[in-house]
């Protein structure tokens, strides 16, 4: 059974930074890449940023970049998402999400992984 749990979300203000964490169990992590997306009240799930199965590749949104990197560390199983310069936009739950196929690139379609956590929530007041 494959378990995704994310942590490190809260409330900072605007201009803060927050480090979240994905661990993962119950499959071969080391071989998935690994996605963050996030879902505000009321708007659709968007994605965020996205990391190749060895971490050489990352991707994030255009919204992000700049601010937010993605990490991994396979020893650990874990995946980071270190968010700098929070603004009040960036207020939504974050769910990390591992892909469908191993040895993959980083993607920013949902539907390319299957795998969710249950979502951390990050409240960015301003």
């Known amino acids: 059974q494959v378990q995704l749990v994310e942590s490190g979300g809260g409330l900072v203000q605007a201009g803060g930074s927050l480090r979240l964490s994905c661990a993962a169990s119950?499959?071969?992590?080391?071989?998935?890449?690994v996605g963050w997306f996030r879902q505000a009240p009321g708007k659709e799930r968007e994605f965020v940023a996205a990391?190749?199965?060895?971490?050489?590749?990352?991707t994030q949104a255009d919204s992000v970049k700049g601010r937010f990197t993605i990490s991994r560390d396979n020893t650990k199983n874990t995946v980071y998402l270190q968010m700098n310069s929070l603004l009040p936009e960036d207020t939504a739950i974050y769910y990390c999400?591992?892909?469908?196929?191993?040895?993959?690139?980083?993607?920013?379609?949902?539907?390319?992984?299957?795998?969710w956590g249950q979502g951390t929530q990050v409240a960015v007041s301003s």
């Open positions: 999400a591992l892909a469908r196929r191993s040895y993959s690139i980083a993607t920013t379609n949902a539907r390319d992984y299957d795998y």
């Open positions: 119950g499959r071969t992590f080391s071989t998935y890449a």
């Open positions: 990391i190749s199965w060895g971490g050489s590749r990352t």
